[in-house]
């Protein structure tokens, strides 16, 4: 029987960036994942957006997570050979001359100096006529398939990886089949609603939809952002999303390509073609807040889940919050803590 100081269940974007923070901290790390349908990791833009939402707010803590993240993935990409962090402005498409004021009036406010750029034209005739383009600073876009595979093959290469659905009924004392651990951090995404080792917990599942498509012409440089994403792949590729529904189905809909034609349709003139579409489950709380922390039944079992829309930018800082939480009993921050919705 193996020995391990972590076991980690799940290997999307929040087991992976863990996984890699423990190793880089000495412990000898064992990673499990099933490769279940509608990894959420597996499907998203990786969108690194630091003004989001209708009233142009910033993202919460975002200074604090860009700053981490760059360190991180730059430094997963040294160790792995590969590139998969791309920075790139985001253009946030304004309909009118209002919203062109507003938004030039908000960029100017202190908190937004550093995020917020001008008003540009937007000349390409591809993108349909609007008053003008925000420009968004710090931002980018992560491929997490290159970046989740090629941090696979490299677990497995150190013979640190299974592939294989998790039963917590194979969980005897502190062992997992032939591997024995101190503790274990559950990292499942939506299928951590059902985990029994954290009863009442405030996780919902959130289907989402996308679309791959090609549009002629030379790549667009920039992440368009109105009432959706494009973000440009490289050799003509979008990536364009997404829907939103409330359940657990991996299947994609007619409902949904219609829904992403129209989204699309709606910043683009050009014709597109679709290559594919593809539904993954995003795992969202309430409060839109990471969950993470031990459990209430068994102290040695952790959870690191709830990251929602914006995983690629909270999983390296929250990542290492847990880790200094696990190693060196470090206080978590309240709003993160799972344990703030246990009535």
Same mark, same amino acid.
């Given at each position: 029987?193996?020995?391990?100081?972590?076991?980690?269940?799940?290997?999307?974007?929040?087991?992976?960036?863990?996984?890699?923070?423990?190793?880089?901290?000495?412990?000898?790390?064992?990673?499990?994942?099933?490769?279940?349908?509608?990894?959420?990791?597996?499907?998203?833009?990786?969108?690194?957006?630091?003004?989001?939402?209708?009233?142009?707010?910033?993202?919460?803590?975002?200074?604090?997570?860009?700053?981490?993240?760059?360190?991180?993935?730059?430094?997963?990409?040294?160790?792995?050979?590969?590139?998969?962090?791309?920075?790139?402005?985001?253009?946030?498409?304004?309909?009118?001359?209002?919203?062109?004021?507003?938004?030039?009036?908000?960029?100017?406010?202190?908190?937004?100096?550093?995020?917020? &750029?001008?008003?540009?034209?937007?000349?390409?005739?591809? $993108?349909?006529?609007? @008053?003008?383009?925000? =420009?968004?600073? #710090? *931002?980018?876009?992560?491929?997490?398939?290159?970046?989740?595979?090629?941090?696979?093959?490299?677990?497995?290469?150190?013979?640190?990886?299974?592939?294989?659905?998790?039963?917590?009924?194979?969980?005897?004392?502190?062992?997992?089949?032939?591997?024995?651990?101190?503790?274990?951090?559950?990292?499942?995404?939506?299928?951590?609603?059902?985990?029994?080792?954290?009863?009442?917990?405030?996780?919902?599942?959130?289907?989402?939809?996308?679309?791959?498509?090609?549009?002629?012409?030379?790549?667009?440089?920039?992440?368009?952002?109105?009432?959706?994403?494009?973000?440009?792949? &490289?050799?003509?590729?979008?990536?364009?999303?997404?829907? $939103?529904?409330?359940? @657990?189905?991996?299947? =994609?809909?007619? #409902? *949904?390509?219609?829904?992403?034609?129209?989204?699309?349709?709606?910043?683009?003139?050009?014709?597109?073609?679709?290559?594919?579409?593809?539904?993954?489950?995003?795992?969202?709380?309430?409060?839109?807040?990471?969950?993470?922390?031990?459990?209430?039944?068994?102290?040695?079992?952790?959870?690191?889940?709830?990251?929602?829309?914006?995983?690629?930018?909270?999983?390296?800082?929250?990542?290492?919050?847990?880790?200094?939480?696990?190693?060196?009993?470090?206080?978590?921050?309240?709003?993160?803590?799972?344990?703030?919705?246990?009535?």
């Amino acid at each position: 029987m193996k020995k391990v100081d972590l076991l980690i269940v799940g290997q999307g974007i929040a087991g992976t960036v863990l996984a890699y923070h423990a190793l880089t901290a000495g412990l000898e790390v064992h990673v499990v994942d099933g490769d279940l349908p509608g990894s959420a990791s597996r499907v998203a833009g990786g969108l690194i957006n630091p003004v989001t939402g209708r009233r142009i707010r910033k993202s919460w803590q975002y200074d604090a997570l860009f700053e981490e993240l760059c360190v991180t993935y730059r430094n997963m990409e040294q160790l792995l050979g590969i590139s998969c962090l791309h920075e790139l402005p985001i253009y946030r498409l304004l309909p009118g001359k209002e919203d062109v004021n507003n938004w030039e009036i908000q960029r100017l406010e202190e908190a937004y100096k550093s995020v917020m &750029g001008p008003v540009v034209a937007v000349t390409d005739d591809r $993108v349909q006529p609007h @008053e003008g383009a925000g =420009v968004i600073k #710090k *931002g980018a876009w992560l491929d997490t398939v290159g970046l989740l595979q090629s941090f696979r093959n490299y677990l497995s290469d150190q013979g640190a990886f299974t592939c294989s659905s998790f039963d917590y009924g194979d969980i005897h004392g502190n062992t997992w089949t032939d591997y024995s651990f101190d503790k274990v951090v559950f990292c499942e995404g939506y299928k951590g609603i059902n985990n029994p080792f954290f009863p009442s917990l405030s996780l919902r599942a959130a289907k989402g939809e996308t679309a791959v498509i090609t549009i002629e012409g030379n790549d667009l440089e920039y992440v368009i952002n109105k009432n959706m994403l494009l973000i440009p792949l &490289g050799n003509g590729h979008y990536k364009a999303g997404a829907t $939103v529904e409330h359940n @657990e189905s991996t299947v =994609v809909t007619e #409902k *949904g390509r219609e829904e992403l034609e129209e989204k699309i349709s709606s910043v683009m003139a050009a014709p597109f073609r679709l290559i594919r579409q593809e539904a993954g489950i995003r795992p969202t709380v309430r409060d839109r807040k990471p969950l993470l922390g031990a459990s209430i039944i068994r102290p040695d079992v952790y959870i690191f889940n709830g990251l929602g829309t914006k995983g690629v930018s909270l999983a390296p800082y929250f990542a290492r919050q847990l880790l200094d939480h696990l190693l060196q009993g470090t206080p978590l921050q309240a709003e993160v803590d799972w344990r703030r919705h246990l009535t």
